[in-house]
């Protein structure tokens, strides 16, 4: 690995936790899903480095280099969609609750409303007032 694609490197994995980081403190990425990213920036530093980690690693797994970063590439993009299976999932869940409770609610809304339709109306008559207080 050349000087220059190191240097990419770096730059790249520098900005993605920069970016990470900036959106985590403006709210705008949550703590739970900057997870993945701060790991990815994190391995592309260490991978730009010590190059010497990621040659070791292909030989230790008996794969061409290129080979190598094509499955790294795919485990991430299979993370990323596991995680955000799971997050669709709670929200789906979280979703059906929200609107089983909402139709719950209604019906009684609807039924409180019957009962008060079937209540006698109140009379013309005023309200007799109560003695005033002599102080």
Not at 21 to 27: A, N, Q, S
Not at 28 to 44: G, S
Request: aromatic letters at 8%.
């Amino acid at each position: 690995m050349t000087w220059i694609q190191r240097m990419v490197l770096l730059l790249f994995g520098v900005a993605v936790l920069g970016t990470t980081l900036e959106l985590i403190r403006k709210r705008r990425l949550r703590e739970e899903y900057a997870v993945l990213w701060v790991c990815t920036a994190v391995m592309i530093l260490v991978f730009a480095a010590v190059p010497g980690v990621l040659f070791s690693l292909a030989g230790w797994l008996g794969l061409d280099y290129a080979v190598l970063m094509t499955f790294l590439c795919f485990c991430f993009l299979a993370a990323i969609v596991m995680h955000y299976s799971v997050v669709i999932s709670n929200h789906s869940d979280r979703e059906k609750e929200l609107s089983q409770g909402l139709a719950l609610l209604r019906d009684e809304m609807a039924k409180l409303r019957e009962e008060l339709r079937e209540l006698p109306a109140p009379s013309a008559e005023p309200k007799p007032r109560p003695p005033a207080l002599r102080t």
